[in-house]
T-cell receptor, first 111, second 114 residues
Framework: KNQVEQSPQSLIILEGKNCTLQ??????????LRWYKQDTGRGPVSLTI?????NTKSNGRYTATLDADTKQSSLHITASQLSDSASYIC??????????FGKGNQVVVIP | DAMVIQNPRYQVTQFGKPVTLSCSQT?????MYWYQQKSSQAPKLLFH???????NEADTPDNFQSRRPNTSFCFLDIRSPGLGDAAMYLC?????????????FGPGTRLTVL
C-alpha cells in the first residue's frame, strides 16, 4: 500500500521566521511529487511539482526539495507571513492513476 | 477566474435525507474526481469520471453515487447521509488523469449532518 507520511503534524511559527516541513513516502513506482497548500475551508492549491529527476523547485517563498533515493521531500517556507497559515499536503503520484495524499502539515503563523 | 466551482459551499442536511452536491469546471478537462476529506485527514478518493466512464473506488459505500451529465458538470449524490458522512467534499479535475497530470481542486462543500 502506498504511504505518505508528513511531519510535524502541526507547528506554530513567528511571522518572519523560516520553517521546513517533511514528507517521507514509500510510493513505488514513482512519477512525481507535489506540494499543495490548503487554506482552512478551501480546496488544495498546487504549489510545486517535481519529477524523480528534479532535486529542487521554488515558487516564491516556497522551496521544495526531493531526494528520490531516500524517498524524502521537504517544503521550506522563507520569511513566513500570516497568510502562510494553512495545511500543506504532500501528494505523490505513482505511475498509474491514483494519487497518494499525506495528512498534511498544519502551519500556524503568529504575529 | 474560477476554474472548478462547487455549490453549495456549505450544506446542512438531516440524518437520512438525500443531498446532492454540485461541481462544475471551465477547464474542459476530461477527468473529474470526488474526494471526501474529514478533519485532519488526507482527502479520500470516492470515484472519478474519465469522460463518461465512471470509476468507483472499491471501498466507496453504496450510499454515494455520482452523475456526470456533460463535460462541465458532475454531481455527488448521498442517498441516506449518516453522521459519519459529515465532511468536506472536494471536487477536482485533470486534463487526462495520468500520474503526471495536475489535479485542480474546487473550494469544497462542507457537509453537516444533523
Amino acid at each position: 500500500k502506498n504511504q505518505v507520511e508528513q511531519s510535524p503534524q502541526s507547528l506554530i511559527i513567528l511571522e518572519g521566521k523560516n520553517c521546513t516541513l517533511q514528507c517521507n513516502y514509500t510510493v513505488s513506482p514513482f512519477s512525481n511529487l507535489r506540494w499543495y497548500k490548503q487554506d482552512t475551508g478551501r480546496g488544495p492549491v498546487s504549489l510545486t511539482i517535481m519529477t524523480f529527476s528534479e532535486n529542487t523547485k521554488s515558487n516564491g517563498r516556497y522551496t521544495a526539495t526531493l531526494d528520490a533515493d531516500t524517498k524524502q521531500s521537504s517544503l521550506h517556507i522563507t520569511a513566513s507571513q500570516l497568510s502562510d497559515s494553512a495545511s500543506y499536503i504532500c501528494v505523490v503520484s505513482p505511475q498509474r492513476n491514483r494519487l497518494a495524499f499525506g495528512k498534511g502539515n498544519q502551519v500556524v503563523v503568529i504575529p | 477566474d474560477a476554474m472548478v466551482i462547487q455549490n453549495p459551499r456549505y450544506q446542512v442536511t438531516q440524518f437520512g435525507k438525500p443531498v446532492t452536491l454540485s461541481c462544475s469546471q471551465t477547464l474542459n478537462h476530461n477527468v473529474m474526481y470526488w474526494y471526501q476529506q474529514k478533519s485532519s485527514q488526507a482527502p479520500k478518493l470516492l470515484f472519478h469520471y474519465y469522460d463518461k466512464d465512471f470509476n468507483n473506488e472499491a471501498d466507496t459505500p453504496d450510499n454515494f453515487q455520482s452523475r456526470r451529465p456533460n463535460t462541465s458538470f458532475c454531481f455527488l449524490d448521498i442517498r441516506s447521509p449518516g453522521l459519519g458522512d459529515a465532511a468536506m467534499y472536494l471536487c477536482a479535475t485533470s486534463r487526462e488523469g495520468g500520474g503526471t497530470d495536475t489535479q485542480y481542486f474546487g473550494p469544497g462543500t462542507r457537509l453537516t449532518v444533523l
